[in-house]
Each structure stands twice: as C-alpha cells, then as structure tokens.
C-alpha cells in the first residue's frame, strides 16, 4: 500500500496569465487530498474511490478528465497496471471544487502514492513534474502553478519568462487568515484560454493594457507581502478583480460574495483560480474576522473554507 498526500491552493493574483508569462502569487492552504494506492491479486488496469468531499456536481463534470489524467500519470511513471493492478483510493480535508487546485492535489497525491508503492525514489521536483503532466487532462496546457503549490507549500511567487519557469517562496511574518467562499459553479477550466485568446484579438491594445497592470500589480504586492503591509495586500486584490471582471474572467455569485466579505471588513477580495465559477478569496486577518465572515457566507448556504496562507 502506498499513501501520499498534497496541498489545496490559493491564488492571490495573476490567476488566468501565467502562461503569459505574467507572475502569480500563490499560497498553499492547510488543507490537503490524501491518495491510497493499493495492489490488487487478480484483474487487470485500475479502480477508483473518490470519497473527497465535493462541491455537488463536481466529481461527475470532472470524471472523463480524472481518467484521462490518471492514465496520463501512470504512463509518465511507467507503471504497468495490466501487470500491476491497482485501486487507487481519494480522500482528505480539502474539498473537491473548481479555484482551490482540487485537480492538482489529485494528481500530486497520486504521484506521491505510485512512488512510495514501487519504490520510484523519484525527487520532489520529479513529484512535482508528474502533477504537471496529469494537469494537461484538466487544464489543456497547465501553467504549473496549481501543482508547484501542492507540492512544496507555502507562499510563492510564480514566474513563466523566456518559456522558462521560475519561482521562489516569499517570506511573511506570520500566517494570515483568509476565507474561501465557493459560488457553486464547476467551471471547466480548459476553455479559459480560448476566452482570454478570443479578447486578445479582439482588442489587442486594451489586453496589452491589462496584462501590464496586472504584472505590476503582482510585484507590488510582493513587496507589500514581505512588508507584511496587508492593508495593501487587500487593496491590489480588489483591484485585481476588477479587473477580472472587465475581462469576464469572475461570476456574479463571486462578485456578490467578495462585496459582502469587503463590507463585513476584509482587507480585499477577489476569485481566485482560473475564474467564471469556483472559489473567491477574501483577506480576513485574525480569527474574529475570518469567522464573521466566514460564518456570514454560511448562512447564506455557500460552501466555506477557512484557511491560512503563508504557513510553512
């Protein structure tokens, strides 16, 4: 029996660009996908169990790409299940849902499973680029951000230049309180760039326009992350999503909950992920104002996670 586990995600800014060799800021959230991988004695290929907790629907919409990206990680891993037969079995504390990186940590655990099972001694950049390869069946061409988070943790900043990534853990003083609030929508993440590519040639200039704004504003908000200044934090993530907006890249449900988070006091909300559907990340510092307005979106009826970023 072989068991791994992996991270959820935040993503603070540059969410839908980072192909576009815009930076991002992630975070990894303390809440993890847990995969068992067991052999069987008789039959041939594979089996699953998905007992994670879902946002209703999700599990269903995203089943064909789950398969085609298993297979894709067993290929990769040279894992032979005609020989080898498997169940393969999901569980853990973060909740399956579209903006909090559910495919990525799918694909991480399981990478991690296969390789203490067979014994791969595969490194935790190999780890790391296995997650990769099983996000093509969910993201069309993954930008690697989800799957550098779930693997290493903590808060990063994300830089595709020159078609070379890079990255580096930025330092915070201490962990800071965040509610993720979920719209209801699974939104297929694949089609994204067709969207953001159909406004590019639409209106060239004004992307152009956009996406430097974006690139600044994710630099500014690094130094204010080292400088632990959140009120700035909160004040680029709103500005940040109005930008989203502009671009059709949030949803009206988001948009009602990140003007209710910033009402009952959060420092700045936006969507978080690849947008139209899923998660929106509200700024909550201190556990008395995560849980006001953690516990505002709950009587509502939304799903809610309560979360930190910056932990190690």
């Known amino acids: ?42 039959g041939q290929g594979w089996t699953l169990e998905d007992n994670r907790t879902e946002v209703p629907g999700y599990k269903d919409k995203k089943k064909e790409q789950q398969v085609d990206s298993i297979n894709r990680i067993l290929e990769v891993m040279s894992v032979d299940v005609q020989k080898n037969p498997l169940k393969i079995t ?40 296995v997650g990769w390869e099983g996000e093509f069946a969910y993201h069309g061409i993954p930008s690697g951000v989800d799957n550098t988070a779930s693997t290493f943790g903590g808060l990063i900043l994300y830089h595709i230049k020159n ?34 590519e159909a406004q590019q040639e639409k209106e060239p200039e004004l992307f152009k326009k956009r996406l430097q704004m974006v690139r600044d504003q994710a630099l500014e908000m690094k130094k204010a992350l080292e400088d632990y200044d959140l009120a700035k934090v909160g004040q680029i993530m709103s500005a940040n999503h109005e930008i989203l907006i502009e671009m059709d890249l949030s949803h009206e449900t988001l948009i009602y909950l990140c003007n209710k988070a910033i009402e009952l006091g959060a420092l700045g909300a936006k969507v978080t992920g690849g947008g139209r559907g899923g998660y929106m990340s509200a700024l909550t510092p201190g556990k008395e104002l995560q849980d006001k307005v953690a516990s505002a979106m709950e009587k509502e009826g939304f799903k809610v996670i309560r979360a930190t970023i910056g932990g190690s």
Do not use: Q
């Open 90 to 129: 999901y569980g853990g504390s973060l909740l399956a849902g579209s903006g909090v990186g559910a495919s990525a940590a799918s694909c991480v655990s399981l990478a991690r499973a296969l390789n203490d099972e067979f014994n791969l001694n595969y490194s935790i950049e190999d780890i790391n680029h």
């Open 163 to 196: 078609k070379k990534t890079n990255w580096e853990h930025i330092n915070l003083k201490k962990p800071v309180e965040v509610v993720l609030g979920n719209s209801g929508v699974t939104a297929d993440t694949s089609k994204l760039d067709g969207h953001v």
């Open 1 to 42: 029996m072989g068991k791994g586990t992996a991270f959820g995600k935040t993503i603070l800014i540059g969410d839908a660009f980072v192909l576009r060799e815009v930076p991002a800021i992630v975070s990894s959230i303390p809440f993890e996908t847990e995969c068992v991988v067991e052999r069987l004695d008789s």
